[in-house]
């Protein structure tokens, strides 16, 4: 399998940048696409060079010369079409989040258990040169004994006929930004004697069941603590992570698009420095990381069990918001 040959879901603005373009720039085939919108897909198609485009999501899942899926359709279709992909015995990379909740990960990730297929969830800032040096920094005690982690997500108001404002479609701001925090902490945890637990959190609703703003407190088993502050009614963009250990502090300006702002400020003692870590796009970092793993079998950080944890606490927030999950 020298190139993936990848079949898409929909034809997404978000498409274009989490696989469309990395694959092109990494010599993979964009093998097949559709969307419900039959005119919509051919112009997708025509656009980036698929070899073609067909008339249903189950085509693209059944087609012979597919054998990877990348689903970003939808929120409460991201867990029935990744169970499509695994009967057909196709490879999946999905977008976050995995699932609507952790009943139905659970379902998707003993499916892929099952078939012995690798699904991912497309936490790709993971992948990226800022986001590692962020762990690096922590895990070889630089910043000393992890006491606080803060991670920022804010963005302008989608407009209101939006998919991330329905609650049928699984939308909210949660589902949509939280989950990075929620992601970053867990896994943040290794330094902290393990996986975090919400203590508290607070949203606001745009209606009734849907958040458009969300914070939660996490407190991990060492005592250290953290918060994932979220926004979608913001005037501007904001996707920020801080560090602070008992020897000094870490922050990335912009760790979910450092292809914008790739610097990581770091500060111990009296002396801040900053460093720049690359602009190339963390999606293109993941997807070398996930054709890694299909080629030479290279262990990926995440899988659907890591897919569950991350949708279990998500539920925790919620409940602790007063909400019920998605």
Known sequence: MNQLRIGVLG??????????EPATALGHRLVACAARDKARAEAFGDKYG????????????????????????????????????????????????????????????????????????????????????IFQLVADGTLGELRHVEVEMRMPAPEPDDLRWSLDLAGGVMMDLGCYGLHVLRHLGAYAGGEPTVREARAVERHPGVDESFDANVEFPSGATGATLNSMTDPDYLFTLRVTGSRGEAFAHNYIKPSTDDRVSITVGNTTSTEHLGTRSSYSYQLEAFARHLQHGTELPMGPGDAVANMAMVDDAYRAAGMSPR
Not at 11 to 20: C, D, Q
Not at 58 to 80: C, E, F, G, R
């Open 11 to 20: 034809a997404s603005r978000i498409a274009e940048e989490a696989i469309v």
């Open 50 to 133: 698929f070899e073609r485009v067909l008339e249903s999501y189950q085509d693209v899942v059944d087609d012979p010369d597919v054998d990877v899926v990348y689903n970003p359709l939808a929120n409460s279709l991201h867990a029935p079409w990744n169970l499509a992909a695994i009967h057909a015995g196709k490879s999946v990379l999905t977008e976050k989040p995995f699932s609507r909740d952790r009943e139905e990960a659970v379902r998707v990730s003993a499916a892929a258990d099952a078939a012995n297929i690798v699904v991912m969830e497309g936490f790709h800032y993971l992948f990226h040169p800022v986001t590692q040096r």
